[in-house]
């Protein structure tokens, strides 16, 4: 047995829920890809074309979350098993994504590069309580439109852990698919021991971009992982309670798992989340 901190009681956990729902039947979210506005009003969605409105009933997000798999599993390039995603499992996996470094020899912030990412990934194959690589920073030495599919293929050639992940554009998605398809062999095998998640991150106040809910029913339909990080900035972005800012963030992932299981159900995802507060006095933010 593993020890378990719960901060919500059963029953303020359930209104948060249900509050969440409400938001998502007469609020509604913003949802920029027309692919994915048509694919949700098929599906018995209320859409507003003009807006870019889409209002999700209780059916609808019922129906996608009795489709979403209770548990999935990781492997690496090689095949092995690295993540159980069941039960009360925990694992460790470098943060992402810094757009500057501190040079360890000069002492001075500075862009990343090649050969930083090198050594990145290198040292995180070595730790044993690390059980994932993620594509950390953006070497700035390559052209900006290929940095997310390079951060991916130099991480599958040089590191064996699985990749935590992103694309940045549509087009660059398939090119990360394919650095996958070239370590498994086939779709079906891709299939059935994914080797990355990718994280897919709506925009505050429910809003979906056109390149990430794209992503999202892509990775779906090839069975690639996703992790949904809603990140509600309380005070700013979302509602200056704590309460309010975790119903935002409900509302929020479960558009997302609406997304993901329509698009193909079973389709493997994980309920993640970076909030933060934003400072009134300072107008700062943590991160």
Same mark, same amino acid.
């Given at each position: ?9 059963? &029953? ?68 092995? &098993? ?61 052209? &900006? ?39 498994? !062999? ?40 996703? &992790? ?37 159900? !079973? ?21």
């Amino acid at each position: 047995m593993r020890p378990v901190v719960r901060l919500l009681s059963d &029953e303020l956990r359930e209104s948060i829920i249900s509050e969440a729902r409400i938001v998502l039947r007469t609020l509604g979210l913003e949802i920029h890809n027309p692919g994915v506005r048509a694919m949700l009003a098929d599906h018995g969605a209320t859409v507003d074309r003009e807006k870019n409105r889409v209002l999700l009933s209780d059916e609808i997000v019922d129906k996608a979350l009795v489709a979403a798999p209770r548990s999935f599993k990781l492997y690496d390039v090689l095949g092995r &098993e690295t993540h159980d995603f069941s039960g009360h499992n925990v694992y460790f996996t470098p943060g992402s994504a810094a757009i500057n470094v501190l040079d360890p020899e000069a002492g001075k912030i500075r862009k990343p590069t090649t050969a930083d990412y090198v050594r990145y990934v290198k040292l995180v194959s070595r730790l044993d309580n690390i059980a994932s690589q993620s594509t950390a920073f953006i070497p700035a030495d390559v052209p &900006e439109n290929i940095s997310d599919s390079y951060r991916l293929y130099l991480s599958l050639l040089l590191g064996e852990k699985p990749v935590v992940t992103g694309a940045f554009t549509i087009a660059a998605f398939n090119i990360m698919k394919d650095l996958q398809l070239a370590v498994r !062999g086939s779709a079906d095998a891709l299939k059935a021991w994914p080797l990355t998640v990718f994280s897919c991150c709506p925009t505050a106040p429910l809003k979906w971009s056109d390149v990430t809910s794209q992503n999202v029913v892509d990775c779906a339909k090839f069975g690639i992982p996703v &992790e949904f990080i809603s990140m509600p900035l309380s005070g700013f972005v979302a509602p200056v309670t704590l309460v309010g800012s975790l119903v935002q963030h409900t509302a929020e992932t479960l558009s997302g798992i609406v997304i993901s299981q329509l698009a193909a159900p !079973g389709a493997p995802i994980l309920y993640g989340g970076s909030p933060a507060i934003f400072d009134v006095r300072y107008e700062t933010t943590p991160m």
